[in-house]
């Protein structure tokens, strides 16, 4: 406990977004302490979950824990 870490979630298999447009290819995150970042730096003082939800381009969501 009180260890830095980086959380960084992976979405693995085909995207399903347009390739040959890479721009219109936004994702975006919602962590639950409100980051709207890829990924978080964090340091707990006690076991603690994050979560984390990726909506990609074509509304796709995807929710990750983290403990």
């Known amino acids: 406990m009180g260890e830095t870490v980086t959380l960084t979630p992976v979405i693995t298999g085909k ?5 040959a447009n890479p721009a219109n290819n ?14 978080i ?3 707990p003082n006690s076991s ?3 979560r984390v939800t990726v ?7 995807i929710r990750r824990v983290f403990q």
Do not use: R
């Open 41 to 43: 730096t964090v340091t």
């Open 26 to 39: 936004e994702v975006k995150y919602l962590w639950s302490n409100g980051a709207t970042t890829s990924s």
């Open 15 to 19: 995207s399903i977004c347009d390739d």
């Open 55 to 61: 909506v990609d381009c074509m509304i796709v969501t």
């Open 48 to 50: 603690i979950f994050y």
